[in-house]
């Protein structure tokens, strides 16, 4: 299995806790003690819509040949590419080849991601509902 996480302290949830010896591949943000840093602001949104960890390795899938490229080389090339925190490994450390696990991650990353932005969207309408019913009460109006 192979898991990335990607969150402020990240590392604390693996640092000293997973074996090397279950067949378990983890890379996190960064380490127990720091953050991690969001990239691609969306101005219409004010919102960031990536993570520097993240859109590392995503984009690194896409440029690759997934077949052929180990966990290893992902996690060295998105561990110099991410340059606002130490990205960190865990687990089995056994360079492994990317293709059996990388799909079923992505489509949970992305599957997470839009559930996400779903509710970030709701959120929003909520919030905007709210405060156009609170003008128009203030104008009378309601």
């Given at each position: 299995m192979v898991v990335y996480i990607e969150a402020c302290e990240s590392g604390s949830m693996?640092?000293?806790?997973?074996?090397?010896n279950i067949n378990i591949y983890a890379?996190?943000?960064s380490n127990a003690e720091e953050s991690s840093y969001a990239c691609y602001y969306d101005s219409k949104r004010e919102t960031y819509l990536g993570d520097l960890y993240s859109v590392n390795w995503m984009e690194d899938s896409d440029a690759e040949d997934i077949t052929k490229e180990s966990l290893f080389k992902q996690f060295q090339v998105t561990k110099k590419k991410t340059n606002e925190s130490h990205v960190m490994q865990y687990g089995d450390l056994v360079c492994i080849e990317i293709k059996s696990f990388l799909t079923k991650?992505?489509?949970?990353?992305?599957?997470?991601?839009?559930?996400?932005?779903?509710?970030?969207?709701?959120?929003?309408?909520?919030?905007?509902?709210?405060?156009?019913?609170?003008?128009l009460v203030q104008l009378s109006i309601v």
């Open positions: 693996l640092e000293g806790l997973l074996p090397n890379t996190t943000a991650t992505i489509s949970c990353f992305i599957m997470f991601r839009n559930w996400v932005q779903h509710i970030m969207l709701v959120n929003f309408k909520v919030k905007l509902k709210k405060i156009n019913h609170k003008y």
